[in-house]
């Protein structure tokens, strides 16, 4: 299944700039909220179920979605004058299951220097992390079976071009390259939009994290999964039974308790959103080759409860070869484990490592 050339970027132009709500801003970073209107017209399966979430599809067993939806994003600048290099930039940061925007900076004073944005605006790099469709603060259609990796696949490409071609914010050019930065399931719709693209891919390079294509046999199915609705009613109440969250996190964070802040976790508890039920149906969306010529990277915590179960993460070599296999015209390809972390490597105390390294794969793939 290929995204439809159907899809326009007229509507995009009306984005406009709300205020400035957001906590990183400071000496050497300005950040503020937008929400960018962005029209994606594609075919997605008919049945949510559909484990391959329509790669695998004909015609027949597809649909068109002709919409177009309100993207919540946080976008975030240096203040200072960076080398041109590194101001033609811009990092596309995509949340995974049940979190949104804020995985990538914690929106509160004692874990401030969790902040990812704020770590890559002091090394001079752009971002803009955004709230996928379904979630947060961007639009939530009615039905949650109109949001699948096919839709929010269509939305982040449909965006990374926009950021191309006009300007986000008064002031600000369009950025040469987007570099996209994905986590969880953020990952696998990245990984779901490489799928379909190949090389008309507008983005410049992958850093999927907390992501494997390869899965240990024993992937502990999440649990605590259950319809929001019922989940938190005084949030939740009224949304579609297949909009689904979680009351455990535990399984996003290290299995040795010393590894984290209980704190975070009680935050994360009291921050998550929701996803669709077809986020958590559509596994096989990451099992087919990706025939994308850019630059990839993975990083994934060697303490991932899911991903790294099974020891699969402890031969780093034999993990790369295997997950190359998937991305076999991959201009670079390399995957790194990061010792300690867990599934969540942003939100334990590890994340410094695991920033460093997002990074040092901006910057390389920025240059070439
Ligand atoms: C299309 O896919 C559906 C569902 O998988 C299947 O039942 C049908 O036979 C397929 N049709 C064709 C023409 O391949
Ligand atoms: C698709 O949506 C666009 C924008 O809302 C609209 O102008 C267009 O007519 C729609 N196309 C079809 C075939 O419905
Ligand atoms: C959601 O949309 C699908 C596809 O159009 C439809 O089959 C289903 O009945 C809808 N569900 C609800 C609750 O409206
Ligand atoms: C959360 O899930 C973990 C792992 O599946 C389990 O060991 C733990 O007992 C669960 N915690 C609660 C409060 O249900
Ligand atoms: C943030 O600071 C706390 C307290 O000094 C420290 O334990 C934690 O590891 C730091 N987190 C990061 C991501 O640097």
Redesign the pocket.
């Known amino acids: 299944m290929a995204p439809s050339p159907r899809a326009k970027l007229g509507a995009l132009a009306a984005l406009f700039h709300l205020w400035n709500i957001y906590v990183a801003s400071g000496q050497f970073c300005g950040c503020s909220s937008l929400v960018v209107p962005v029209h994606v017209d594609v075919l997605i399966p008919k049945d949510p179920t559909d484990p391959f979430g329509g790669l695998n599809s004909n015609a027949s067993s597809l649909r068109r979605l002709n919409e177009t939806y309100d993207v919540f994003g946080v976008f975030c600048q240096p203040n200072t004058p960076v080398s041109p290099e590194k101001a033609d930039v811009i990092q596309l940061l995509v949340h995974g299951f049940t979190y949104t925007s804020q995985y990538w900076s914690p929106l509160t004073e004692e874990f401030r220097n969790y902040s990812y944005t704020e770590f890559a605006c002091n090394r001079g790099l752009s971002s803009l992390a955004i709230d996928l469709v379904g979630v947060g603060l961007s639009s939530r259609p009615a039905n949650a079976s109109d949001v699948q990796f096919a839709t929010n696949a269509a939305v982040v490409s449909q965006l990374a071009r926009h950021l191309k071609i006009v300007s986000t914010i008064a002031g600000v050019q369009p950025f040469k390259k987007v570099i996209a930065i994905g986590h969880s399931a953020g990952s696998a719709t990245l990984t779901f939009g490489a799928i379909a693209e190949g090389a008309h891919s507008p983005f410049d390079g992958f850093i999927l994290t907390g992501n494997l294509n390869i899965q240990p046999g024993t992937l502990?199915g999440l649990?605590?999964v259950m319809s929001a609705r019922d989940d938190t009613p005084l949030r939740w109440n009224g949304l579609d039974p297949n909009y689904i969250t979680t009351n455990?996190r535990?399984?996003f964070y290290p299995a040795n308790p010393n590894s984290f802040s209980p704190r975070m976790m009680i935050f994360d508890a009291f921050t998550k959103d929701v996803g669709p039920l077809s986020s958590q149906l559509q596994g096989s969306v990451t099992s087919l080759p990706v025939h994308y010529p850019g630059p990839v990277a993975k990083v994934v915590g060697s303490e991932d409860q899911g991903f790294c179960a099974a020891s699969n993460c402890v031969d780093v070599v034999a993990l790369n070869a295997a997950e190359h296999l998937f991305w076999p015209d991959a201009r670079s390809f390399d995957v790194v484990v990061a010792q300690g972390s867990g599934h969540d490597l942003n939100l334990d105390f590890f994340a410094k490592g695991p920033f460093n390294t997002f990074v040092g794969f901006v910057e390389q793939f920025a240059a070439l």
């Open positions: 502990p649990p605590g455990n535990s399984l």
